[in-house]
T-cell receptor, first 115, second 113 residues
Framework: DQQVKQNSPSLSVQEGRISILNCDYTNSMFDYFLWYKKYPAEGPTFLISISSIKDKNEDGRFTVFLNKSAKHLSLHIVPSQPGDSAVYFCAATEEEETSGSRLTFGEGTQLTVNP | ETGVTQTPRHLVMGMTNKKSLKCEQHLGHNAMYWYKQSAKKPLELMFVYNFKEQTENNSVPSRFSPECPNSSHLFLHLHTLQPEDSALYLC????????????FGDGTRLSIL
């Protein structure tokens, strides 16, 4: 049973426009969420995170929104740049749990930003 | 410079071979992780070591054998693998287990003939 889902395997946007990547989760115990970006032939790199005590976290062009009641989070990239073309992974965990703590990942969304 | 280095980057082996994957981190972290990523699937946690002690084995078949001699090095020993084990194997580290984010290496692309 997949607890973190990214239902869009791919997304294509024009340079300068907004990219919105979505992620849904089913485990109500998840209280900390992360986004990673992965280029081909490289490992995932951490992008931005959000704790469940917030509903928004912003870092430059990247903003993550969390809707706890809907168990949904989204990553907004504004403005999108061709260098943002990568696979984006959503991950979730129970922040306070240290024993057996783990990240649960979604399947990823391939973002393509066209010049 | 990712801080987490994996070798080799690519590995092709037969089902009867024995090989090892190596991971080294230069970040001063105390937790290290092995993940498996198969095509079109989420990253799947395999093992966790925290301060050199194994704290998680996610029901991984015994043909995968991890080793963590110190907090900076992690190995994955492979023997008698199956074709379905072909995947990208990613190593990651974090300050301690449960302290996020993790930092990933670039992975070893493993192909079983």
């Amino acid at each position: 049973d997949q607890q973190v889902k990214q239902n869009s395997p791919s997304l294509s946007v024009q340079e300068g426009r907004i990219s919105i990547l979505n992620c849904d989760y089913t485990n109500s115990m998840f209280d900390y969420f992360l986004w990673y970006k992965k280029y081909p032939a490289e490992g995932p790199t951490f992008l931005i995170s959000i704790s469940s005590i917030k509903d928004k976290n912003e870092d430059g062009r990247f903003t993550v929104f969390l809707n706890k009641s809907a168990k949904h989070l989204s990553l907004h990239i504004v403005p999108s740049q061709p260098g943002d073309s990568a696979v984006y992974f959503c991950a979730a965990t129970e922040e306070e749990e240290t024993s057996g703590s783990r990240l649960t990942f979604g399947e990823g969304t391939q973002l393509t930003v066209n010049p | 410079e990712t801080g987490v280095t994996q070798t080799p980057r690519h590995l092709v082996m037969g089902m009867t071979n024995k090989k090892s994957l190596k991971c080294e981190q230069h970040l001063g972290h105390n937790a290290m992780y092995w993940y498996k990523q198969s095509a079109k699937k989420p990253l799947e946690l395999m093992f966790v070591y925290n301060f050199k002690e194994q704290t998680e084995n996610n029901s991984v078949p015994s043909r995968f054998s991890p080793e963590c001699p110190n907090s900076s090095h992690l190995f994955l020993h492979l023997h008698t693998l199956q074709p379905e084990d072909s995947a990208l194997y990613l190593c990651a580290s974090s300050r301690t287990q449960g302290v996020w984010p993790q930092h990933f290496g670039d992975g070893t692309r493993l192909s079983i003939l």
